[in-house]
């Protein structure tokens, strides 16, 4: 009996031993864990098909994509497209308003948040998601921008992203720019 004994208590200290070590394996994991950083980045891409004739339409395919490369998820994001000011750009997307009496609601759509009338900013939210965690990215696909030139042009569309996190907004990394000279037409052709 006395060996059982012995036993058991060297059990019993073993499983203490054990127990400690736990705890404090378990605290340095807390401590090394990284810090929850916010970092998201928004960015254009697109394709431009261009002639620079008087009266040809010109467009460019785009899409605006929200990066979410941080530890911390984005709640609630939402985006602006702006395009410049006399611009010659007409913008179109997949996108609807907020009374619309569609019935059925389009896979990946964005809401329309601010005025129909105003050509100038776009203010759209994701329709189907409200958060945006790490590692994910979400995108507001296919707009098209058209114009007729008449004259030489200029113009730029701009993007913006915020959120719950982000209330003053953050600037896309690149922007679409357009420019061009029209080419004047021979008299005698």
Request: charged residues 25%; proline residues 5%; neutral net charge.
């Amino acid at each position: 009996m006395k060996r059982t004994d012995e036993i058991r208590e060297k059990f019993a200290e073993l499983q203490e031993m054990n127990t400690s070590y736990l705890k404090e394996i378990k605290s340095l994991i807390t401590e090394m864990k990284a810090p929850q950083n916010f970092q998201v980045i928004c960015y254009f891409t697109y394709s431009l098909n261009v002639l620079h004739e008087r009266g040809h339409e010109n467009f460019s395919l785009g899409s605006f994509h929200i990066q979410n490369l941080g530890t911390r998820p984005l709640t609630n994001p939402y985006i602006c497209i702006k395009l410049s000011p006399d611009s010659p750009f007409d913008f179109s997307g997949k996108y609807i308003y907020k009374d619309s009496k569609q019935k059925m609601r389009l896979t990946n759509a964005w809401e329309r948040m601010n005025e129909p009338l105003d050509k100038q900013e776009y203010w759209l939210k994701p329709s189907e998601k409200r958060v945006l965690n790490p590692s994910e990215t979400i995108s507001f696909t296919n707009f098209q921008v058209k114009w007729i030139p008449e004259s030489s042009y200029a113009g730029s569309i701009m993007g913006f992203t915020y959120g719950d996190e982000v209330k003053d907004g953050i600037g896309a990394l690149n922007q679409i720019n357009v420019s061009g000279k029209l080419v004047k037409e021979d008299k005698n052709e």
